[in-house]
């Protein structure tokens, strides 16, 4: 049986390999490093982390903690040598970057059915079974084969991303439902502003610590997508007139049009998330928290997930691939990692580790395999290969995605609940998979 061709070494495709590599399959694994190396990355190793060096908390009140339980359940490469290389970081898994990849480079080179090949893949392999793990700085001579196979329109170089809130944390009290002009149903919530909060707003704006934008990404930056902040920039009223413009829109509290309006669009199936309509933005964390909790009706809202405009290669998975991660007009091409459209370390870990599973079990003749939609996995999994929002945007693994629980649990208790019922699910299709 010929090997499974993983192209890309990051944290995805070396998860892949690995859950591939200990089946007993055959790999052969592509790493462009150290030939050619993208504008982040700075060393030869796998799984090289070039932002923070922490994966999050791993306590299972928080989404990204029930991931990692998840991995742990599975087996994961990537989550059993962070916890290996940790660094004190409170309640999060934090790693000695170096260490971290230096170790997972060495044990998969180490495997006899790892063949490791250091070079720029140009092409996919016309025959085979392949995963594509090249995450979102894929080199511009691999994009335009993915191009070529997805077509160009499904793939998108830049994510011009709002942020997201969590709807049970929105003061219902002071928005209200409405689409402009009354057309369609009341699709959005609708936060009011009269003029004083308006310009208090734009002030805080203006004040507000920006990223600074790295000169490989300038190019991604268009009229399109311009960060709400440069917007304000251009005068005090610019956003009464672009994304806060109240017009058609009557707040039935005073029947009147307010002096400006954030709209707020209803992101998953379940209502349990609301994304903030024109925000894409590049304030700091912390900033973004800060100022948009100045929006009526968000004074204690839960973001679940910050706004950003960056550079982000990451194809239009809902259009594109099948839940077993396969592209659905070729099945003996997965994708995996971050360019699938998840956000994250451990969530593009998670997407190299089903693909793995898939692709080993398709070149040995079994039927591919998903997790519960009520496991973290299985609903980033949903997320991304049935998200109905057109343009498709990244996400991060968050506890709105999971589908709601029976009754009205609350706060630390909801979390649980959810907790619960995912790592039992996941334990019972792991035994059900793995036998």
């Not at 502003?193 to 208090?200: G, K, L, R, T, V």
């Not at 039935?252 to 669009?265: D, E, H, M, W, Y």
């Not at 360019?339 to 039927?367: K, Q």
Request: with cysteine; charged share 25%; glycine share 8%.
């Amino acid at each position: 049986m010929e090997p499974i061709a993983i192209i890309g070494a990051g944290l995805a495709g070396s998860e892949a390999a690995w859950q591939i590599a200990k089946r007993g399959g055959e790999v052969t694994l592509y790493e462009m490093k150290p030939d050619v190396y993208s504008p982040s990355h700075r060393t030869p190793f796998f799984a090289e982390l070039v932002c923070s060096n922490s994966f999050k908390s791993e306590s299972i009140e928080n989404a990204s903690g029930i991931l990692k339980e998840e991995m742990g359940q599975l087996g994961s490469l990537i989550l059993e040598v962070a916890k290996a290389t940790r660094v004190p970081a409170g309640g999060a898994l934090a790693v000695d970057r170096k260490n971290f990849s230096r170790e997972i480079t060495q044990i998969l080179e180490r495997l006899d059915n790892v063949n490791v090949i250091r070079k720029e893949v140009s092409s996919i392999p016309p025959d085979g079974i392949t995963i594509v793990a090249t995450g979102p700085l894929t080199s511009e001579t691999f994009a335009k084969e993915i191009q070529t196979v997805t077509g160009s329109r499904h793939l998108f170089f830049y994510d011009a991303i709002s942020p997201i809130v969590a709807a049970d944390t929105i003061n219902f009290q002071k928005v209200f439902r409405c689409s402009r002009y009354r057309k369609g149903g009341e699709d959005y919530l609708n936060c009011p502003m009269d003029e004083e909060a308006y310009h208090q707003f734009v002030e805080a704006l203006n004040r507000a610590e920006r990223m600074p934008v790295r000169s490989f990404e300038k190019r991604y930056l268009f009229e399109g997508c311009l960060p709400i902040e440069e917007m304000a920039d251009r005068g005090k009223d610019t956003l009464a007139y672009g994304p806060l413009k109240p017009v058609g829109l009557i707040d039935p509290k005073t029947g009147r049009q307010p002096f400006a309006v954030v709209q707020l669009r209803q992101e998953d199936q379940f209502g349990t998330l609301y994304n903030l309509v024109g925000f894409q933005t590049r304030l700091k964390h912390e900033d973004q928290k800060r100022v948009f909790r100045m929006i009526p009706g968000l004074e204690h809202a839960t973001f679940v997930r910050l706004g950003s405009i960056h550079r982000n290669t990451f194809i239009d998975s809902p259009r594109l691939l099948e839940a077993s991660l396969q592209l659905r007009h070729r099945p003996n091409l997965f994708f995996a990692g971050q360019i699938t459209g998840v956000e994250g370390y451990m969530e593009s870990t998670a997407m190299g580790l089903l693909s793995g599973i898939n692709a080993y079990r398709s070149a040995n003749g079994m039927s591919t395999v998903v997790p519960p939609r009520s496991t973290a996995i299985g609903a980033l999994i949903y997320y991304i290969t049935q998200c109905p929002s057109f343009p498709f945007q990244p996400m991060n693994i968050n506890f709105g995605l999971f589908p709601p629980l029976p009754g009205r649990g609350k706060g630390r208790a909801k979390r649980l609940l959810l907790a619960e019922r995912a790592l039992k699910e996941m334990s019972k299709w792991r035994k059900d998979v793995e036998g």
